[in-house]
């Protein structure tokens, strides 16, 4: 089997109406990402996603089709996918960062060598340590009212873990991680993620009021880049650590493990580059005897469908006693999927087909098929994304 083209598809579909979020990077509303189609010489076709944000990664959508078609396409034409881990270093070789970009071509890979081999993804992964994968939804960082509406319509749908969005203004914040918890009883485990919203100071008088809603983690309390600052906070405080935006790459992951700096590691394959890197990164928290939680950037339904293999495969994402973000499907009004993923909202399940078992609907993806040119894109792409 040898590739023999690679289509990236821009499409920009908005979220359900009254689940827009909101955090401490700006506001999400549409989610302007590209879908890649790595086709072959044979009946295959590997599919991926490119969950883009310019304020989260620095990557939009014409940059990422300018990437892929430019430099990626001809590069991998005439290569046999399977042979994944020579192929990443040909792509990590042609153009530092860019993770989403990467990470879709990535995705395709590997759903083109289990569509060949005839098995999931997860099986080529080692197979599945789990079948059931506790998942939490994401309260924004809105009005206490609002908030509190959002936490209320999760739990009716059966959701049993949340986190709420804070680090935009302290006192808000205080007001709306304690109407929550008071809304959701003692027995919901609620997270927070402040997405670098808050100083030092901060972090500390905020985690040490809140100390009485026996919160399950804090997200990236405080900006990248120090990684001593942080461990500092991390002995001030009994509330678990986890780092996000300050984990992208390996070297990330072995700066915050030897400082000691953190509890646990946000990882999902769009930030860190695809699925071995965030294996790799899981490898690394692992050696130091810290668990992962699996991040999110909303993604779409096939980005949803390669962070579940990674969810059953891999040890270290400790879904179980930190549920994690497979959740993007559930917030946007369409996943591109023939058929949705099993997605709880207690539970979710990694399909079993080969592959990354899911099938792309071509009207829904002719639907949103983002046709406003590249100039009118880059300005739906200035709109700041969710941040897991």
Not at 51 to 73: K, Q
Not at 247 to 276: C, I, M, N
Not at 305 to 318: E, F, K, Q, R, S
Request: with cysteine.
């Amino acid at each position: 089997m040898k590739i023999t083209a690679l289509e990236a598809i821009p499409v920009n579909v908005p979220l359900k109406a009254g689940l827009t979020t909101k955090t401490a990077h700006g506001e999400h509303h549409h989610s302007p990402y590209v879908i890649v189609r790595v086709h072959t010489d044979s009946q295959h076709v590997g599919l991926g996603e490119a969950t883009l944000s310019p304020r989260w990664s620095g990557e939009t959508s014409p940059g990422a089709i300018a990437v892929i078609e430019g430099l990626l396409a001809p590069l991998l034409c005439g290569e046999d996918p399977t042979e994944i881990n020579r192929l990443r270093r040909k792509i990590d070789g042609a153009i530092r960062l860019n993770p989403f970009t990467k990470a879709a071509i990535e995705m395709a890979l590997w759903d083109l060598a289990g569509k060949a081999l005839g098995v999931p993804v997860y099986q080529l992964l080692g197979g599945k340590l789990r079948d059931r994968l506790p998942i939490k939804l994401v309260v924004g960082a809105f009005e206490v009212p609002r908030a509190v509406e959002l936490a209320q319509r999760f739990l009716e749908w059966g959701a049993r873990c949340l986190k709420v969005k804070v680090g935009l203004d302290p006192e808000q914040d205080l007001q709306r991680v304690r109407a929550v918890r008071e809304l959701a009883g003692p027995n919901i485990p609620i997270g927070i993620d402040a997405n670098c919203g808050w100083s030092a100071p901060q972090a500390r008088r905020m985690l040490n009021q809140l100390a009485d809603c026996q919160l399950l983690f804090a997200e990236q309390p405080l900006p990248v880049g120090d990684p001593a600052e942080l461990a500092a906070l991390r002995r001030a405080t009994d509330v678990p650590i986890m780092a996000d935006e300050s984990v992208f790459t390996r070297e990330d992951a072995w700066h915050l493990t030897t400082h000691r700096a953190v509890d646990l590691l946000s990882v999902y394959p769009g930030k860190q580059g695809g699925l071995l890197a965030t294996r790799e990164i899981a490898h690394v928290a692992q050696a130091a005897g810290i668990a992962c939680s699996m991040g999110s950037n909303l993604e779409l339904g096939i980005g949803t469908a390669a962070m579940l293999h990674l969810g059953a495969a891999v040890g270290a994402i400790d879904s179980d006693s930190f549920p994690g973000d497979f959740i993007g499907p559930l917030y946007h009004q369409a996943d591109m999927l023939v058929t949705p993923l099993a997605l709880g909202p207690e539970v979710a399940r990694v399909p079993d087909g080969p592959g990354l078992g899911v099938e792309l609907d071509d009207e829904q993806l002719e639907k949103y098929r983002d046709r406003s040119g590249q100039a009118k894109a880059l300005g739906a792409t200035t709109e700041t994304h969710f941040t897991g």
